[in-house]
């Protein structure tokens, strides 16, 4: 999931820098819901809701 998120944050980096916005945009908001997923499932695993195992 890390892994995802870095990508999807360099495609953004690099389409915004060659100044393509829309690929930029869809690149970041890609990212920015998967860093949420990310925080949800950690809050959950923090409060003892979901155990992994």
């Known amino acids: 999931m890390f892994s995802w998120i870095l990508i999807l944050l360099i495609v953004a980096a690099v389409a ?3 100044g393509l916005n829309s690929v930029s945009g869809i690149a970041m908001t890609g990212a920015k819901i998967l860093i949420a997923i990310v925080l949800v499932l950690f809050l959950l695993v923090v ?7």
């Open 47 to 53: 409060l003892g809701i979901i155990a992994i195992a």
């Open 16 to 18: 915004g820098l060659l």
